[in-house]
């Protein structure tokens, strides 16, 4: 990886300044790319899986929140959710505390 950029990399003692500075340009431009590819766009794609699933939550739905509560949604408002954790135990969450949405194996 690292030799095909260095294949960009001005090479000294030819006395253009300009293909030197090009090739600068190009170098960047590749790394800013990679940077893209790797980095922001699988983030972005993250970013908006996860609100779809914020979104779609409703009543009757098990969730795993990030602190590792499992529970049943009973009432869903616009920015927090009421879990029962167990027969009579109830808590109010904040939604962005929702970690997963639980799937459940068709047998039971």
Known sequence: ???????????GGDGGGGTGFMSTIIM???IFLIFYFMIL??????????????SSLKKGD????NGGIYGKIINVDEKTILLEIADN?????????VGSVVKEASGE
């Open 28 to 30: 960047f431009a590749l």
């Open 89 to 97: 135990v109830k808590i109010k969450i904040d939604r962005s505390a």
């Open 41 to 54: 766009r699988p983030q972005q794609k993250r970013q908006k899986e996860r609100t779809a699933m914020l």
């Open 62 to 65: 098990k969730i795993m929140t």
């Open 1 to 11: 990886m690292m030799d095909f950029l260095f294949a960009f990399a001005p090479q």
